[in-house]
């Protein structure tokens, strides 16, 4: 699995884009980049995934640029309610046999002021 | 669709007790996945099942940790003896991979988690 570095805290103020940057140089030709956001005393919940170029959901937008050993989530007009951990994690699709493996790393605390 | 289901949601014990915690995943989903979590770090995987089959238990404590998924579906962890680092939050997730396009397969679907103190 390839290994993901992201930085550790980020603050932004309600209103603002957030964009968390994770790093990932030995990805691989079937990896899929997969973010997750969780928030305290609650399980991590999926956000956005993505393979190449842009994805954009009703949560955030996916930017991966050609050579796919960075990504970048991008949360639009952050609230409050938007501070959590948010977790990149890298790796195959599902196995039918076996499932896909869910390796996390130490996550980016996003604090969101008023 | 109901979620992730775990039991209990908080529990104490002493060091050197037995403790077991109980995960009911999502109707139908084949793989099911028991993480830990202690404060201020990410998820670590304990042990990954497909079906009551077991993917990986690499990394886990195999000398007091042990974990079944009978029948496919409902799943415990238990915990025997405690040591006091095992203190932290124990997630369930399940997902399946059997189901719709690539994308939304790899989802999975955590519970609340339970939260045990070992003091």
């Known amino acids: 699995l390839a290994k993901t570095t992201q930085p550790i805290s980020m603050d932004s103020y309600e209103g603002q884009e957030v964009n968390i940057t994770c790093s990932h140089n030995?990805?691989?030709?079937?990896?899929?980049i997969t973010w997750y956001q969780q928030f305290p005393s609650q399980g991590p919940r999926f956000i956005i995934q993505?393979?190449?170029t842009k994805v954009t959901n009703e949560v955030a937008s996916l930017f991966i640029p050609a050579d796919r050993k960075s990504s970048t989530l991008s949360l639009p007009r952050v609230s409050l309610s938007d501070t959590a951990v948010y977790y990149c994690?890298?790796?195959?699709?599902?196995?039918?046999?076996?499932?896909?493996?869910?390796?996390f790393g130490g996550g980016t605390r996003v604090l969101v002021k008023p | 669709e109901a979620g992730v289901a775990q039991s209990p949601r908080y529990k104490i014990i002493e060091k050197r007790q037995s403790v077991a915690f109980w995960c009911n995943p999502i109707?139908?989903?084949?793989?099911l996945y028991w993480y830990q979590q202690i404060l201020g770090q990410g998820p670590k995987l304990l042990i990954q099942?497909?079906?009551?089959?077991?993917?990986?238990d690499s990394q886990l404590p195999k000398d007091r940790f042990s974990a079944e998924r009978l029948k496919g579906v409902d799943s415990t962890l238990k915990i025997q003896p405690a040591k006091l680092e095992d203190s932290a939050v124990y997630l369930c997730?399940?997902?399946?991979?059997?189901?719709?396009?690539?994308?939304?397969?790899?989802?999975?679907?955590f519970g609340q988690g339970t939260r045990l103190t070992v003091v």
């Open positions: 030995n990805i691989a030709t079937n990896d899929y």
């Open positions: 099942f497909q079906n009551n089959g077991v993917v990986d």
């Open positions: 993505g393979y190449k």
């Open positions: 109707s139908g989903h084949a793989t």
């Open positions: 994690l890298v790796g195959d699709p599902p196995i039918k046999a076996a499932g896909n493996k869910l390796t």
């Open positions: 997730a399940s997902s399946s991979p059997n189901r719709g396009p690539p994308a939304r397969n790899t989802e999975a679907f």
